[in-house]
């Protein structure tokens, strides 16, 4: 059974950072390509980062560029987002999925709410 777990969101000042976790259980994750997401309320949920299964080849929203970096420990099964910069934009609940602009997995985490606010 697919499982993915998302933990280290919480309230943060503009211009702070956050780093966010991911554990993923149920599939090959080494063979998947990672991705975390976000949904903000009233607001359709949207691609933030995608990292390869291998390899070099990292992808960001033009949003996030420069600010966010993903990361992956296959050791760990955990895929990382490190967030500096926050902006209030930012808010929203962050997911992780396998796949990129078409998440593989129909079953999602119940995600981790990053506020950004002073």
């Known amino acids: 059974q697919v499982q993915l777990v998302e933990s280290g969101g919480g309230l943060v000042q503009p211009g702070g950072s956050l780093r966010l976790s991911c554990a993923a259980f149920?599939?090959?994750?080494?063979?998947?390509?990672m991705s975390w997401y976000r949904q903000a309320p009233g607001k359709e949920r949207e691609l933030v980062a995608t990292?390869?299964?291998?390899?070099?080849?990292?992808n960001y929203a033009d949003s996030v560029k420069g600010r966010f970096t993903i990361s992956r420990d296959n050791a760990r099964n955990t895929v990382y987002l490190q967030m500096n910069s926050l902006k209030p934009e930012d808010t929203a609940v962050y997911y992780c999925n396998a796949g990129g602009p078409r998440p593989i997995w129909g079953s999602w985490g119940r995600g981790t709410q990053v506020t950004v606010s002073s």
């Open positions: 149920g599939f090959a994750f080494r063979g998947s390509a």
């Open positions: 990292i390869p299964s291998v390899g070099v080849g990292t």
